[in-house]
Nanobody
Framework: VQLVESGGGLVQAGGSLRLSCAAS????????MGWYRQAPGKQRELVAS????????NYADSAKGRFTISRDNAKNTMSLQMNSLKPEDTAMYYC?????????????WGRGTQVTVSS
């Protein structure tokens, strides 16, 4: 599974961005998908995730009430709508997809898209 993120950029505090992740390859094998972020000098952390049918979502406390994760299985895309952005949201954002093919589990990552929030 290959993942390509887009939608990052520079935005002022209080603004919004919408990140997108396009999946290709063995997309039929994807179960869970999620967004992670990594700021300079910090560990990569989960921002939000959802199951294959989008029924179950999980958000980091820092994202609750501001970010919304969604998924379009027909288009093999996943999005993250980010509102009320704060300078501390500045990070590289990565798309992740997890699943299994012939009982062999995989976890694929995109190359990331940079989000910078100015104060």
């Amino acid at each position: 599974v290959q993942l390509v993120e887009s939608g990052g950029g520079l935005v002022q505090a209080g603004g919004s961005l919408r990140l997108s992740c396009a999946a290709s390859g063995s997309t039929f094998a994807i179960n869970n998908m999620g967004w992670y972020r990594q700021a300079p000098g910090k560990q990569r952390e989960l921002v939000a995730s959802l199951t294959s049918n989008g029924g179950n979502t999980n958000y980091a406390d820092s994202a609750k009430g501001r970010f919304t994760i969604s998924r379009d299985n027909a288009k093999n895309t996943m999005s993250l709508q980010m509102n009320s952005l704060k300078p501390e949201d500045t990070a590289m954002y990565y798309c992740n997809a997890q699943g299994a093919i012939a009982s062999i589990r995989f976890s694929s990552w995109g190359r990331g898209t940079q989000v910078t929030v100015s104060s």
